[in-house]
């Protein structure tokens, strides 16, 4: 008999620690596929949408960066809003948006960016601004403001404050209705969450359509798996700084993207990750609430990854 987590998880600590609807044993067996295998189109994925592998981390980011940056330039040439929901994480793509854009002087009037979610109490209410943890604190200092003269102007920079966050719908809406775009930047969360939409939602809603139909949650219970996840990315692992609740977009806006740009930059060196099985679940899993996800190759777009993500996802002692 096997002794792994599937085999010794009855009585363990761990039991009904998991989201209700995962299948272990289905992910265990996506993770042992081939790393050549992680970019094989399966018949649900969007004809446009194409994962895209990365060799290094400064690839990665310069890859992902050019693409933000050529949606802004390309929204500009034809005279059109656009509007992002931004993420913060991964974070290192926004350096190089900065570079291209001035590199080609391209003006970012026309920008309307939404930050996807927000640190909160169970209430909703939010960090300060200015707090080293703030979601918005971070935007400010690796986007909006080193665009210098070229930045998006404040009135069109949105944060999932308890207040903004209930608007975003209407005013997408109304941007769209005057032809603008909307693009979905986002990373991929430990238990495979889209911004801060946890898994464990999905026992709430009885229907698909019902789950697709949310555009947002204040105070948001975050998976301990999401609080382990930012603490050893965002506080240096210190675990205590790290909120258990969260402003957050669901799945009513951000699947409604005309296109989508995804990063997985989740391995921390001398070989060990954190991120290599929830990309494999989002680009071979089945959509599924239960791994939201999933929904993201459903859309238009690329995904870019590092390609150690790809594995082998084997044990290597470290």
């Known amino acids: 008999m096997a002794v792994n987590l599937m085999s ?19 992910l265990d067996e996506i993770c042992s596929r081939p790393p050549e295998s992680i970019t094989q189109r399966e018949r649900w994925w969007n004809k446009k949408f194409e994962p895209i592998a990365c060799e290094s981390l400064a690839d990665f980011d310069m890859m992902m960066g050019h693409e933000i940056a050529l949606e802004i330039a390309n929204a500009k040439k034809t005279g059109t809003p656009i509007v992002f929901i931004l993420p913060v994480g991964p974070m290192g793509m926004y350096r190089w948006a900065v570079y291209f854009l001035k590199e080609w002087k391209c003006e970012c009037r026309h920008v309307h960016g939404f930050n996807m979610d927000e640190w909160s109490d169970p209430k909703g209410a939010t960090l300060p ?14 986007f909006y403001g080193p665009l210098g003269a070229l930045t998006v102007p404040k009135a069109q920079r949105h944060f999932a404050t308890k207040t903004e966050l209930p608007a975003y719908s ?3 809406a109304a941007l769209r209705k005057k032809g603008a775009r909307l693009v979905t930047v986002f990373g991929i969360g430990r238990v495979c969450h889209i911004a801060f939409w946890e898994p464990h939602f999905a026992a709430e809603f009885k229907t698909l359509k019902e789950w697709k139909s949310q555009e947002f949650r204040l105070g948001a219970r975050l998976h301990p798996l999401t609080i382990e996840q930012n603490a050893i990315t965002s506080f240096k692992s210190r ?3 790290v909120p258990t609740t969260a402003n957050t977009i669901g799945p009513g806006l ?32 089945e959509p599924t609430p239960w791994i939201p996800s999933t929904f993201m190759p459903t859309l238009a777009g690329r995904l870019f990854f590092l390609k150690e993500l790809a594995g082998p996802l084997v044990a290597e002692c470290n």
């Open 254 to 285: 951000f699947l409604k993207s005309d296109r989508i740009i995804g990063g997985a930059d989740g391995a921390l060196g001398r070989g060990m990750m954190w991120q290599g099985m929830s990309l494999w679940a989002t680009l071979h899993h």
């Open 129 to 142: 601004a200015n707090d080293p943890g703030a979601f918005q604190n971070a935007m400010e200092g690796a």
């Open 8 to 26: 010794t998880l009855k009585g363990s600590l761990l039991e009904g620690f998991f989201p209700a609807g995962w299948d272990l044993a289905v």
């Open 170 to 172: 209407g005013r997408i």
């Open 239 to 241: 675990t205590t700084l």
